[in-house]
């Protein structure tokens, strides 16, 4: 299929946080007028897809169930129809259930052969609500998986949860996901396509590292330490082939402790337009062009994301690819042109 490519976003967050209310304020910006909304349902009756208004495109519901197995199947040929529509869309947002792990749909679109060449996998919202986050990310995997693959965090009912409270929690989910810009609803992009501007790598000036709360002395550190996010940067442009052959390799020692890679990576070949990579899990995108920096920064800027990750092996590996010396590693060409030097290297 010829053009750009359709760019696929995500807005999830847990049961009650707003994800609906956010796409009903999103549908109404022109920015977004050629875009589809698919909504994901849990339960024997669909009632969500009945709240959100209609955009020029429609909405369209799969019921009964989260994002895997049977209704993953559904959303596949939900994604390949749309594609196929004779008016040309530029965006579809899928609207998870609250109970989802967004991880499963980045996988359904990377794991395609079709879908990968025709969607281009864009941002993951996730809706985080005010009073009853705190207690949801203690109790539930999927409202932890939802906050730690973000690329934002748009924070909801800030209005009626106490100030220390609010600000416990953006600490915590700021350790969980330092990379993640975190909104409040309020604000005026929050309600806009802005929310959907493309983001990669870390940031400049990340937000503050969690730290002891002495009026809300709730324990977090259980959880933070399960996930890792991994920020890896360089300042001069790689070969193509270099950092493609880095997110093979890590994709094939860690795939199954990494949730989400995503990064911006200044090349050799075209400086000018950055290569926007992406995976899940063992599963790579095709890294995409963009035609231009979204920002002033250049170099290399990846963020791998995951559980019970080998952070060293992501540092020493991504090190020896970028062409920093370091003790005890294998250089570029000895992992290229010598797969044994790391056990389970694939050429």
């Known amino acids: 299929m010829g053009g750009q490519p359709i760019v696929l976003d995500i807005v999830t967050g847990f049961l009650g946080a707003g994800k ?22 849990f339960g024997e009756i669909s009632i969500d897809h009945l ?17 895997c197995c049977t209704v993953r199947g559904a959303l596949v040929d939900t994604l390949a129809a749309l594609a196929g529509r004779a008016q040309k869309l530029r965006r579809v947002v899928v609207e998870t ?9 980045l996988q359904a679109v990377m794991a395609h052969p079709e879908l990968s060449r025709t969607y281009s996998v864009g941002s993951v919202v996730t809706v985080v609500d005010a009073v009853n986050g705190a207690a949801t990310l203690d109790a539930h995997e999927e409202a932890l998986s939802q906050v730690v693959v973000a690329d934002r965090l748009l924070l909801t009912k800030g209005d009626l949860a106490p100030d220390k409270d609010r600000q416990a929690l953006i600490r915590h989910m700021a350790a ?11 604000a005026p992009e929050a309600g806009s396509a802005a929310m959907f501007e493309r983001d990669a790598g870390p940031r400049t000036a990340p937000p503050p590292a969690a730290h002891h709360d002495h009026d809300h002395p709730h324990d977090h550190g259980h959880h933070e330490g ?8 360089h300042d001069r442009p790689l070969p193509q082939a270099a950092v493609e052959n880095f997110l093979d390799l890590l994709a094939t020692q860690q795939g199954e402790h990494i949730l989400r890679i995503k990064g911006l990576v200044e090349t050799i070949e075209e ?9 899940a899990q063992r599963l790579l995108h095709a890294p995409e062009r963009l035609s231009r920096w979204p920002d002033s920064g250049r170099g290399t800027r990846i963020v791998v994301i995951g559980h ?40």
């Open 271 to 279: 400086p000018s337009r950055p290569l926007l990579v992406q995976g």
């Open 97 to 105: 259930t609250g109970l989802a792990d967004p991880v499963p749909v």
């Open 176 to 186: 969980l996901n330092p990379n993640a810009e975190i909104l409040d609803a309020r």
């Open 226 to 233: 399960r996930f890792q996010s991994v920020s890896l940067t």
């Open 51 to 67: 709240l959100v208004e209609q955009a020029s495109d429609g909405v369209i519901e799969l019921g009964d169930g989260c994002l």
């Open 308 to 347: 019970a990750l080998d952070v060293d092996y992501v540092r020493r590996i991504f090190a020896a690819f970028a062409g920093q010396a370091a003790v005890d590693t294998p250089d570029r060409t000895a992992l290229e042109h010598n797969p044994l030097a790391i056990p389970g290297f694939r050429a």
């Open 20 to 41: 609906t209310t956010l796409i009903n304020r999103l549908l109404k910006d022109p920015a977004l007028a050629d875009t589809a909304v698919i909504v994901n349902e």
